[in-house]
């Protein structure tokens, strides 16, 4: 049995999910008061498992917002 964390979207066309080389989730409070959640995931690349098309896709960072 094989043992690799996956993200899945829903309506994806790469049913399969995406492989998770890095993910970092924090917590922090500013001077406000304001709780910020940030994280940073990194998948592998989006047309690794994809034999047509094998361009490289940039990586992007995604950010919170504050609850």
Not at 9 to 36: A, L, Q, V
Not at 56 to 67: A, S
Request: proline residues 4%.
């Amino acid at each position: 049995m094989e043992n690799t964390s996956k993200i899945y979207f829903t309506d994806n066309p790469y049913p399969n999910g995406h492989k998770i080389e890095i993910f970092n989730w924090s917590g922090r409070i500013d001077e406000y008061g304001y709780i910020w959640l940030d994280f940073y995931l990194k998948t592998e690349n989006y047309y690794a498992n994809d034999d047509e098309n094998n361009e490289e896709e940039d990586e992007t960072c995604l950010t919170g917002t504050p609850k």
